[in-house]
T-cell receptor, first 117, second 111 residues
Framework: DTEVTQTPKHLVMGMTNKKSLKCEQH?????MYWYKQKAKKPPELMFV???????INESVPSRFSPECPNSSLLNLHLHALQPEDSALYLC????????????????FGPGTRLLVL | KNEVEQSPQNLTAQEGEFITINCSYS?????LHWLQQHPGGGIVSLFMLSSGKKKHGRLIATINIQEKHSSLHITASHPRDSAVYICAVSRPETSGSRLTFGEGTQLTVNP
C-alpha cells in the first residue's frame, strides 16, 4: 500500500464551525506533514510530525490544531477559521523525517479542498 | 529573488513534442525533487536526485550540481502529461523534512 488518503475531499464550513481533516497512511512512515496550498502557488508547510511528536510548526495560527494519534494517522482540527484560510490542504508522509534526514521522498495525499464562508 | 526558480512559468506543446522544464537554485542542497500536480490537486513525486540523471518511462531528470541547475525532460509528450510541474530542494542546513519549492510550471499538451 503506497497511498496516502485524506478525508473529506471537499469541506465547506462557516467561521464559527469546528471541523477536522483526516489523513492516513499504511506505509510504515514515521514522518507526516500538513501543507496549505492556495491557487497557482506552491504548497506551504504548516506542521511536521516525526515519530508522533510535533517537530515543526511554521508559526501557524492556533485556529489550526494538529494531532497525531498514532504513526498512521494525522488530523488537523479547524476552529474559527477565516475566509482567507480557504485553500487545498495536503497531507504527506515520508519514511523518517527529522533533523538528520536529508534526502527523503514525500508521498502526498489527494488533498482536502476547504472553503470557509 | 526566489531560492528556487523555474522556467518557463507556462508551456504549451503539441502532442509528441519533446519538452524541457528548467529549475535553477541559489542555495546548497542535499537533494532536488521534481513533483507533478494534476488539476485535481494530488501531488506525485517524480524524481529525487542529488547527482547525474534519472529516467522513468518518458521522463528524464538531470542535475548539474556545479551550475545549480536541473532539467526535467518529457519525450513524446501526451495530453495526459498536462499538469503543473514543481521543482523543490532539500537543504542540508535545515531539516530534511523541509522542502523549498519553486513556483511551478504549468504544462498544457494539446492533441
Amino acid at each position: 500500500d503506497t497511498e496516502v488518503t485524506q478525508t473529506p475531499k471537499h469541506l465547506v464550513m462557516g467561521m464559527t464551525n469546528k471541523k477536522s481533516l483526516k489523513c492516513e497512511q499504511h506505509m510504515g512512515h514515521r514522518a507526516m506533514y500538513w501543507y496549505k496550498q492556495k491557487a497557482k502557488k506552491p504548497p506551504e508547510l504548516m506542521f511536521v510530525y516525526s515519530y508522533e511528536k510535533l517537530s515543526i510548526n511554521e508559526s501557524v495560527p492556533s485556529r489550526f490544531s494538529p494531532e497525531c494519534p498514532n504513526s498512521s494517522l494525522l488530523n488537523l482540527h479547524l476552529h474559527a477559521l477565516q475566509p482567507e484560510d480557504s485553500a487545498l490542504y495536503l497531507c504527506a508522509s515520508s519514511r523518517k523525517g527529522g533533523d538528520r534526514v536529508y534526502q527523503e521522498t514525500q508521498y502526498f495525499g489527494p488533498g482536502t479542498r476547504l472553503l470557509v464562508l | 529573488k526566489n531560492e528556487v526558480e523555474q522556467s518557463p512559468q507556462n508551456l504549451t506543446a503539441q502532442e509528441g513534442e519533446f519538452i524541457t522544464i528548467n529549475c535553477s537554485y541559489s542555495v546548497g542542497i542535499s537533494a532536488l525533487h521534481w513533483l507533478q500536480q494534476h488539476p485535481g490537486g494530488g501531488i506525485v513525486s517524480l524524481f529525487m536526485l542529488s547527482s547525474g540523471k534519472k529516467k522513468h518511462g518518458r521522463l528524464i531528470a538531470t542535475i548539474n550540481i556545479q551550475e545549480k541547475h536541473s532539467s526535467l525532460h518529457i519525450t513524446a509528450s501526451h495530453p495526459r502529461d498536462s499538469a503543473v510541474y514543481i521543482c523543490a530542494v532539500s537543504r542540508p542546513e535545515t531539516s530534511g523534512s523541509r522542502l523549498t519549492f519553486g513556483e511551478g510550471t504549468q504544462l498544457t499538451v494539446n492533441p
